[in-house]
């Protein structure tokens, strides 16, 4: 009586699953150059934390986006922060508004994001 029982379908259907955590921490960078010096960007917090801050902040309908950000981010320079901190104070959402500039208002999960921001400018 007015239990809901969560269905493996169900699951999949409506929230971000371990397979999608790992291909958004794979695309973040690792590191990043600051005042000269290399500075580690995947550290500081624990990988099963990471995700449940992941699961929390990003639904199943903004995962593509979100990566695609974060590739196209790392190349233009706009990501430089401990994974953690990019998504508690929600960074993704401002590389998002970066990337509308640069393409407009359509999907920008199939845009080409091995190229950075310079790339994109027109002079």
Known sequence: TGK???TAVFSDDFFINDDLFEEFFEAYPFATMIDGK???LKGGIAKEELKSIYQSKITLDEHE???AAVKWGANSGLIN??????LINE???DVIKA???VFG??????LPTD?????????
């Not at 208002?105 to 199939?110: A, I, K, M, Q």
């Open 91 to 93: 960074m993704y959402k």
């Open 105 to 110: 208002d359509g999907d920008l999960t199939h």
């Open 99 to 101: 990337m509308r500039k």
């Open 4 to 6: 809901l029982e969560v």
């Open 81 to 86: 922060m401990r994974i953690d901190r990019f």
């Open 38 to 40: 290399s500075a580690t």
């Open 115 to 123: 190229r950075g921001l310079d790339d994109h400018l027109v002079l």
């Open 65 to 67: 986006t979100v990566v």
